[in-house]
């Protein structure tokens, strides 16, 4: 997960879910950022050297409030 923060990604929401054991986990993460995007791209690529399955569940518009730099 420090992929996303080595490459400037800001992590939402971040959960994890681990089997018995403690062998095996799993996370859902939700972040700011297109796939498309260079620091996302990376981010990604880095999650996957270190995982056996990667899935992006979805892509969201952001609203135009957020689009404008107004917060």
Known sequence: MGGFATNGVNVTKLESYVEAGFNVAMFY???E????DRNVRLAIEELQF???ELKVLGVYLADPFRQNGSV
Do not use: K, L, Q
């Open 33 to 36: 950022g297109h796939p498309s």
């Open 50 to 52: 270190f995982s056996t």
């Open 29 to 31: 993460a939700d972040i």
